[in-house]
């Protein structure tokens, strides 16, 4: 029996991907195992495999595709010696399917000839450029009056396809609750330029127009997310490193027979890791309608790729050598720049760091990633005069931190706590090996 092979939710978090690339074609015998395809998710590319045996009979989404949701049909499975007709039967929508009871199933006979009839032109932008669409989505948006201009395709070669439609379609029913809100909110949806608008504004103006790719979309999102719902509030302080750079300088005069070679940022994970043990109900993240405090340290670290960013994340960081880490960092931000990482690899976690010391920058706020309570961002170690405790002026190597802290896991002053505890840390760096 024909059988369909539907867009796989290959992390928890997943809702829908691209099927970057077929590795079967229509025809092929597969058994159970054989890679079928690969799926990039928002985070990474990862191979998806046959479940059961049979015969490719009909792809139904070509690769490239993206934006395709979890739980769509992506291609049809034959049994071995089944007629290949059985795979458009399996494609086409049961004939005895009940009819769900609602106000909408009024209006499928018209959904039918609407999808019967002969598709509209292919429109033009104002440009006079032809806007690429399939001729069920010209048909769709037709009869559902949505302006094909004021789209960006999903499809192949940015190709409007039907999910498009219906996205925009959705949004527009999705605005008029937005516009009833208007009066009491600020800074309301529904206010918002929409992307014909804002192409408008630049009419005349030379650009090029770059499609989103599924970790952008995710990130945008995410981040949103973040500022519109997590009562963020920032803590600030500046730690001498000399000390630290003194003793980094020896260990790696003692470890270069081992290949190894730690770096600032290693010790700055170890540090936060001890400081969330030494400040337990800082090591938390908010569940909704509840806190979760967390027994290990669990430290996410923030690792910039081309086109976005990861967070792979350290378990049991408290536990683990300044060697141990700095290797296990190392082989985490090479995968991750490859795109290899598994999803329980950059989830989790209670503890972010994001440092861009090394790119010049002395200070910035970073954007907590949730479920974290907070986020540390390092700027870069600067000679600095200061005052010692002699009351004299010396050169020392400072280096700005700012906490970022979700109010409703921790509260101003255990979240001051936390940040001296891992200053204290960093002050006095032979601790962390006690």
């Known amino acids: 029996m024909a059988t369909q092979i539907l867009m796989p939710a290959l992390s928890p978090t997943m809702e829908e991907g691209t099927l970057a690339k077929w ?3 229509e025809g092929d015998t597969v058994s159970s195992g054989d890679i079928l395809a690969e799926i990039e998710t928002d985070k990474a590319t990862m191979e998806f495999e046959a479940v059961d045996e049979g015969v490719v009979g009909k792809i139904l989404v070509a690769e490239g595709t993206s934006g395709v949701k979890v739980n769509d049909p992506i291609a049809v499975m034959l049994e ?16 005895s399917a009940p009819a769900k009871e609602s106000p909408k199933a009024e209006a499928a006979p018209q959904a039918e000839t609407a ?21 069920l989505a010209r048909r769709i948006a037709a009869d559902k009056g949505v302006d094909l201009t004021s789209l960006s395709g999903s499809g192949p070669k940015g190709r409007i396809v039907k999910a498009d439609v219906e996205a925009a379609q959705g949004g527009a029913k999705a605005a008029a609750p937005a516009a009833q809100t208007a009066a009491t909110a600020s800074a309301p949806a529904a206010q918002q330029p929409s992307a014909s608008a804002i192409a408008k504004m630049y009419e005349g103006r030379e650009y090029e127009e770059i499609e989103l790719n599924g970790m952008r979309k995710t990130i945008a999102a995410r981040l949103t997310e973040a500022k519109q719902t997590i009562p963020h509030f920032y803590l600030r302080r500046s730690v001498k490193l000399d000390a630290l750079m003194k003793f980094r300088g020896e260990l790696n005069t003692q470890l270069s027979g081992r290949g190894v070679k730690l770096s ?66 190392k082989d985490l931000a090479k995968r991750a720049r490859d795109r290899k990482l598994a999803p329980h690899e950059y989830q989790g976690g209670s503890f972010a760091i994001s440092n861009l010391g090394m790119m010049g920058i002395e200070n910035f706020d970073a954007v907590i990633n949730p479920p974290h309570g907070a986020i540390l961002a390092v700027g870069a170690g600067i ?46 760096p032979m601790l962390m090996l006690a």
Request: proline fraction near 5%.
């Open 23 to 25: 590795l079967v074609k």
């Open 80 to 95: 071995e010696g089944e007629d290949a007709s059985a795979a458009d039967a399996a494609d086409a929508p049961s004939a």
């Open 115 to 135: 999808s019967a009839a002969p598709a509209p032109a292919a429109p033009q932008g104002t440009d006079g450029k032809r806007i690429f669409a399939s001729p």
């Open 264 to 329: 600032v940022n290693d010790f700055i994970i170890k540090a936060c890791a001890l400081a969330l043990q030494a400040v337990p109900t800082a090591n938390a993240v908010w569940a909704g309608d509840r806190v979760l405090q967390m027994k290990a340290s669990d430290v996410a670290v923030a690792v910039a790729i081309d086109g976005g960013l990861f967070t792979p994340v350290l378990q049991d960081a408290e536990n683990k050598s300044l060697s141990a880490l700095s290797a296990e960092m």
């Open 383 to 428: 000679k600095t005069p200061v005052v010692n405790g002699a009351g004299e002026i010396e050169v020392a190597t400072v280096m700005s931190m700012t906490l970022s802290v979700d109010h409703r896991v921790i509260d101003g002053a255990l979240g001051a706590e936390l940040l001296q505890s891992i200053c204290e840390n960093l002050e006095n």
